[in-house]
């Protein structure tokens, strides 16, 4: 997959210098590029964010700072400490198993190529959901004696984060659901 990345970011390179070259030399025909022309770069752009999940502009200069693993196992094992997930969310079973070095695991539900939830716990007590959306509805309750806040709309929620035994904790979903449904989610993540 890195060497995919590598090879289509090459190729945009070559594509960005060629384009600069032709614009250097005086177009005495007086036509347009062509409709292949003008969506090469697109289609490359659109086949590296399709593979990684992020824009190319994003990507560039920017090494993933996540380690894949095959396994929950293994995820737990490179960062140093355990998280409990449910097996589906969602009817979306866990399929991207990761952590970021020792400070952070991360679990993401897929149905199919569509994300449907993530999971995370990480080191210390910041928020370490990664979701900046600001959302109507926000509120705190009590989830088996740990404080958990609630982030959705007047249709249901999309983020839980709460903080236990030193460890931060979130889970989001990408279509929202209800309290109940949430707090189960919450309950099921939580340590025993």
Not at 44 to 61: F, H, K, P, W
Not at 97 to 125: H, P, S
């Amino acid at each position: 997959m890195r060497r995919t990345k590598m090879a289509l970011l090459g190729m945009m390179m070559v594509l960005s210098i060629t384009a600069c070259a032709e614009k250097a030399e005086p177009n005495n025909t007086g036509t347009e590029p062509t409709a292949h022309e003008a969506t090469t770069d697109e289609k490359i752009q659109e086949t590296v964010e399709a593979e990684s999940g992020e824009s190319v502009e994003n990507m560039l200069g920017m090494p993933n700072p996540y380690t894949d693993h095959d396994s929950l196992e293994e995820a737990e094992e490179d960062a140093g400490f355990k998280i409990q997930v449910p097996d589906e969310i969602c009817g979306a079973k866990a399929a991207t198993f990761r952590n970021l070095g020792t400070k952070m695991l991360e679990v993401i539900y897929y149905d199919g190529d569509t994300e449907v939830a993530r999971v995370r716990k990480g080191t210390g007590e910041d928020d370490i959901s990664g979701d900046y959306n600001e959302y109507e509805t926000e509120e705190t309750v009590d989830a088996a004696g740990t404080q958990v806040n609630l982030k959705g709309s007047a249709d249901g929620y999309a983020l839980a984060v709460w903080n236990a035994d030193g460890y931060a904790y979130a889970v989001s979903v990408t279509k929202e659901i209800s309290k109940d449904e949430m707090l189960k989610l919450v309950e099921e993540i939580m340590e025993r």
